[in-house]
């Protein structure tokens, strides 16, 4: 298998150069390869403090174990974490570097809350107002017919009464993904009492609306849910993104960053899952398949086009 063959540490001179032959005869190859590699780095994170406490100790999932058993499948591991109550009716809530962080709030709704994300909670009689500030967040929200959950982001504003739905306003883009209920976007300057408006969106479960900066309408549609929530539990999944891109949102996460050097390099695609907290083992497979070169220091992680 390729991908024993080519972490082994009798790895041969040209293994990378019929690697490359056997990425280059297929896109099925590719797909498979990134498959494993995903299994591969999953089931490094995965020990004994996952087993039950009757589980016995063969059942354990090692990394042989999963390259034997993975050729077209990845393993995924749930991170662990547990759930903070958030007693305060009012008040900033900020997550941390690293990992999502999940809160259960006064009103029994819950939110899952991206790294470098924060928001501002107030819970009133009339109405549930969260503003979020940075980031991303995911909301399950508790019914409550009486008082609209309301998520404000200052272009938008998202009203629920009970539902779940995640919101994300990263660099100058907003997109609201709804997993179950029904929400409605609008305008602030709609407001809530005063019925709906004119330019009210009436999302359904599965949608996705992206609002650009500037334009004029948002951009609706109807993306792999699954595979877009894989950052709640402490993975990030790209399809067909560039190098550059996969690599800032790697970056979002750690404290070690990931500089890719030269545009040929940033316009290389990568597809895959990865965990967010392991900078080194994107570069690891991203340097197996694509042609790159890999440069490290205590600070930093250089990606550049070979040979460049």
Same mark, same amino acid.
């Given at each position: 298998?390729?991908?024993?063959?080519?972490?082994?540490?009798? %790895? =041969?001179?040209?293994?990378? #150069?019929?690697?490359? /032959?056997?990425? $280059?005869? +297929?896109?099925?190859?590719? !797909?498979?390869?990134?498959?494993?590699?995903?299994?591969?780095?999953?089931?490094?994170?995965?020990?004994?403090?996952?087993?039950?406490?009757?589980?016995?100790?063969?059942?354990?999932?090692?990394? %042989? =174990?999963?390259?034997?058993? #993975?050729?077209?499948? /990845?393993?995924? $591991?749930? +991170?662990?974490?547990?759930? !903070?109550?958030?007693?305060?009716?009012?008040?900033?809530?900020?997550?941390?570097?690293?990992?999502?962080?999940?809160?259960?709030?006064?009103?029994?709704?819950?939110?899952?809350?991206?790294?470098?994300?924060?928001?501002?909670?107030?819970?009133?009689?009339e109405r549930r107002l969260v503003r979020l500030l940075a980031g991303r967040a995911r909301f399950e929200v508790a019914k409550d017919a009486a008082r609209p959950f309301i998520v404000d982001t200052g272009e938008r504003q998202v009203i629920a009464i009970g539902t779940a739905f995640t919101v994300a306003s990263e660099g100058t883009n907003l997109s609201v993904v709804l997993e179950e209920g029904r929400v409605v976007v609008r305008s602030p300057a709609t407001g809530t009492s005063g019925g709906a408006g004119t330019d009210d969106v009436n999302m359904q479960p599965g949608d996705r609306l992206v609002f650009p900066a500037g334009a004029a309408k948002p951009v609706e549609d109807r993306p792999d849910l699954a595979r877009i929530s894989t950052w709640q539990t402490g993975r990030l999944a790209f399809d067909d993104e560039s190098l550059f891109s996969a690599a800032a949102e790697l970056n979002r996460y750690n404290h070690r960053a990931i500089e890719v050097e030269d545009a040929r390099a940033a316009a290389l695609r990568v597809s895959g899952i990865y965990r967010a907290d392991d900078p080194e083992g994107f570069v690891r497979s991203v340097s197996m398949m694509l042609p790159v070169d890999v440069d490290e220091n205590a600070d930093r992680i250089l990606i550049r086009s070979r040979n460049s």
């Amino acid at each position: 298998m390729w991908l024993a063959r080519l972490r082994s540490d009798v %790895r =041969r001179p040209g293994d990378e #150069a019929g690697f490359q /032959a056997w990425l $280059a005869e +297929a896109h099925e190859h590719r !797909l498979a390869f990134e498959a494993v590699t995903s299994a591969f780095d999953a089931a490094g994170a995965v020990g004994h403090e996952f087993l039950a406490a009757d589980e016995p100790p063969q059942t354990l999932l090692t990394r %042989r =174990r999963v390259l034997a058993g #993975a050729a077209a499948t /990845a393993f995924v $591991a749930t +991170a662990s974490g547990g759930l !903070l109550l958030w007693r305060s009716t009012s008040g900033v809530i900020a997550g941390e570097i690293g990992r999502p962080r999940q809160f259960a709030l006064a009103d029994g709704s819950s939110v899952v809350l991206d790294t470098k994300s924060s928001l501002q909670v107030k819970l009133t009689d009339e109405r549930r107002l969260v503003r979020l500030l940075a980031g991303r967040a995911r909301f399950e929200v508790a019914k409550d017919a009486a008082r609209p959950f309301i998520v404000d982001t200052g272009e938008r504003q998202v009203i629920a009464i009970g539902t779940a739905f995640t919101v994300a306003s990263e660099g100058t883009n907003l997109s609201v993904v709804l997993e179950e209920g029904r929400v409605v976007v609008r305008s602030p300057a709609t407001g809530t009492s005063g019925g709906a408006g004119t330019d009210d969106v009436n999302m359904q479960p599965g949608d996705r609306l992206v609002f650009p900066a500037g334009a004029a309408k948002p951009v609706e549609d109807r993306p792999d849910l699954a595979r877009i929530s894989t950052w709640q539990t402490g993975r990030l999944a790209f399809d067909d993104e560039s190098l550059f891109s996969a690599a800032a949102e790697l970056n979002r996460y750690n404290h070690r960053a990931i500089e890719v050097e030269d545009a040929r390099a940033a316009a290389l695609r990568v597809s895959g899952i990865y965990r967010a907290d392991d900078p080194e083992g994107f570069v690891r497979s991203v340097s197996m398949m694509l042609p790159v070169d890999v440069d490290e220091n205590a600070d930093r992680i250089l990606i550049r086009s070979r040979n460049s």
